[in-house]
């Protein structure tokens, strides 16, 4: 039988009623004892950590998950992530670069309902992700609503519903069917990318832009002048970034000449960005700009702290950015 360790952060799965609202209140240990058929499926075992609502979780938390689930993995065969829903993507996304290369799985779910609620997801989701920590998919992976997605490609969709979270331009890894784990052979798959090592280095001075009409370059160095070391900016379509009396791409190409990395992607969710078919993307591209190819606006924002986090080199951060696969980097000797 293998041995799941339960690191619980906070979140709605957690949290009980208080006079201000709903608030993380309950440990690891409460949350297995209202899941006893996991000890069907393993030998579970508890660890609170923090206890926050994932609207305030920032990069310094995922250091500090980072280093836990790291230890935890020495130990046991799988780590299951408690974790709220609101931030769930980025942490997840923080998580699959920090943690390097995994020959285990480190699952994270949550809910959007409090596990004490009846009638709500916690406990299906809490059930179905130590499943598929019991499972073959190694690596960081989210279970929610029966599915099984990569860690970096997830994103929040829906903000009440049960199947809150959707894999952006990539197939679920699987499903969760009567207590197991069943792969979709639709998925690549695993293995073949260049092995990565650990690292919690990162750099959370990274502001995300989303453009609009109208918007006055100056805003970019109000960003610079603020200490930020990378911007990822969200344009329109394919990644268009307005480049006549607007001045944004002049203004891209002086934060490059600064030292700042810049980042360009799409405000699609589907599809992803392609700054080589219009000349709006490709003076972009030209101004120095990395592109954000399909991956998810967390994981762009993921990528880019930890990119930073490990040179201060534009050279080598555009280095580490430069493949269009999400959680694939190359990493300087």
């Known amino acids: 039988m293998k041995r799941i360790l339960l690191i619980n ?79 769930m993507a980025y942490t997840a996304a923080a998580l699959s670069f920090m943690l390097g290369s995994l020959d285990k799985p480190v699952v994270l779910t949550g809910s959007q309902q409090p596990i004490g609620s009846a009638g709500g ?33 997830v994103t929040k969709v829906r903000s009440k519903s049960f199947d809150a979270f959707e894999s952006v331009n990539y197939p679920d890894l699987g499903y969760i069917r009567d207590g197991r784990l069943e792969r979709n052979p639709a998925a690549p798959a695993p293995g073949g990318m260049k092995p990565l090592p650990y690292s919690d280095r990162l750099a959370p001075e990274v502001f995300l832009l989303k453009l609009v009409p109208g918007i006055k370059p100056d805003i970019l160095e109000a960003i610079r002048q603020l200490g930020y070391k990378g911007v990822v900016i969200e344009g329109f379509g394919l990644g268009g970034v307005p480049n006549r009396e607007q001045g944004l791409v002049t203004a891209i190409e002086r934060l490059i000449g600064a030292g700042i990395c810049v980042a360009v992607t799409t405000q699609c969710l589907y599809e992803g ?34 990119a930073i986090g490990q040179s201060s080199e534009i050279g080598t951060v555009k280095g580490i950015m430069g493949t269009n696969v999400a959680d694939e980097m190359t990493i300087p000797d």
Not at 126 to 136: H, I, S, T, V
Request: one cysteine or more.
């Open 273 to 306: 960005s392609d700054l080589t078919v219009y000349e709006v993307g490709r003076s972009a591209l030209a101004a120095g700009a990395i592109p954000g190819y399909d991956m998810t606006t967390e994981a762009l924002v993921a990528k880019l702290m930890w």
């Open 9 to 87: 952060t906070g979140g709605t799965i957690s949290s009980s009623p208080s006079g201000s609202g709903l608030v993380p209140a309950l440990s690891s240990a409460n949350l297995l004892e209202q899941i006893p058929e996991v000890k069907r499926l393993c030998d579970a075992q508890a660890m609170s950590l923090m206890s926050v609502d994932s609207t305030n979780m920032q990069p310094e938390h995922w250091a500090v998950l980072a280093q836990a689930v790291r230890a935890g993995l020495k130990q046991y065969d799988g780590i299951v992530v408690a974790h709220g829903t609101d931030t």
């Open 121 to 153: 997801d916690s406990r299906r989701n809490l059930l179905d992700a130590f499943a598929a920590a019991c499972g073959d998919i190694a690596g960081v992976l989210v279970a929610f609503h029966g599915k099984v997605m990569k860690g970096c490609r």
